[in-house]
């Protein structure tokens, strides 16, 4: 990756006020907002005695990703390519490649970002513990910005113009909020709902990142649900993406 494409997309990047916004603030105001609800924090039963606003640290975590990953990333390269940025770039010494690579890391990075601000947030504002099992929690992190990442690189691929990366970014983006329980917290679901959202890539990552909160390892099995997706997301977008 050219170090100089990395500083020219983190330059773009900062003068995206709504990116700015909906990635790094929008997850934590909006716990901000659960968070002053009285009732979400009080300690429920059928949260396993967590409050609600305990079980809603995760959701933002993965909030960030999602909305960069499904949403800002594919209208982004979608937008070069239709401007023939990438055809032009193929021309020259800097291969398309580098400009997807610094985008992965722009918006992956941002994401990272925007997790950590939202357990900061929860841990001074709300008395959320932190992660009890850090080094899990970091991995399922770390594997579900990139799932995030690839299903975008997906979406790109599947694109041929702006407008169809938004109308499919949105047709992804409200079911992968469902299934990280953005509306409905993965521990209230019913239990066959909650074995099938486990199997999708923003279910698995946040058991993953729930049971890493709570103190257990995340579980070979909802990692190795993230890792199965990253595999063929990343595929699917090899075989799938055009240049031009």
């Known amino acids: 990756?050219?170090?100089?494409?990395?500083?020219?997309?983190?330059?773009?990047?900062?003068?995206?006020?709504?990116?700015?916004?909906?990635?790094?603030?929008?997850?934590?105001?909006?716990?901000?907002?659960?968070?002053?609800?009285?009732?979400?924090?009080?300690?429920?039963?059928?949260?396993?005695?967590?409050?609600?606003?305990?079980?809603?640290?995760?959701?933002?975590?993965?909030?960030?990703?999602?909305?960069?990953?499904?949403?800002s990333m594919p209208q982004t390269l979608t937008g070069y390519r239709e401007r023939g940025i990438l055809r032009r770039m193929a021309t020259t010494p800097v291969r398309p490649r580098a400009l997807l690579s610094a985008q992965m890391a722009v918006y992956g990075g941002s994401a990272l970002a925007s997790a950590l601000l939202a357990l900061a947030v929860g841990r001074l504002a709300f008395d959320v513990r932190l992660p009890r099992q850090p080094f899990g929690y970091g991995l399922a992190l770390v594997l579900a910005v990139l799932v995030a990442l690839a299903l975008g690189s997906v979406v790109s691929a599947l694109s041929r113009t702006t407008k169809i990366a938004g109308a499919i970014g949105s047709a992804v983006f409200f079911p992968s909020m469902f299934c990280a329980g953005v509306w409905l917290p993965v521990q209230s679901m019913p239990h066959l709902m909650g074995r099938i959202v486990g199997y999708t890539p923003f279910g698995a990552a946040a058991e993953a990142l729930n049971r890493a909160a709570a103190g257990h390892w995340p579980g070979w099995g909802h990692l190795g649900v993230l890792v199965v997706w990253i595999l063929l997301l990343t595929g699917a977008a090899s075989r799938w993406f055009r240049w031009e």
């Not at 009285?38 to 960030?64: C, K, M, N, S, W």
């Open 1 to 71: 990756m050219s170090t100089a494409v990395l500083r020219t997309e983190i330059r773009l990047f900062r003068r995206e006020p709504g990116a700015i916004f909906w990635i790094l603030l929008f997850p934590t105001l909006l716990l901000v907002i659960l968070g002053s609800i009285p009732g979400f924090r009080e300690h429920q039963a059928d949260l396993g005695g967590l409050r609600t606003i305990d079980v809603y640290v995760p959701v933002a975590v993965l909030l960030g990703m999602i909305v960069g990953g499904l949403q």
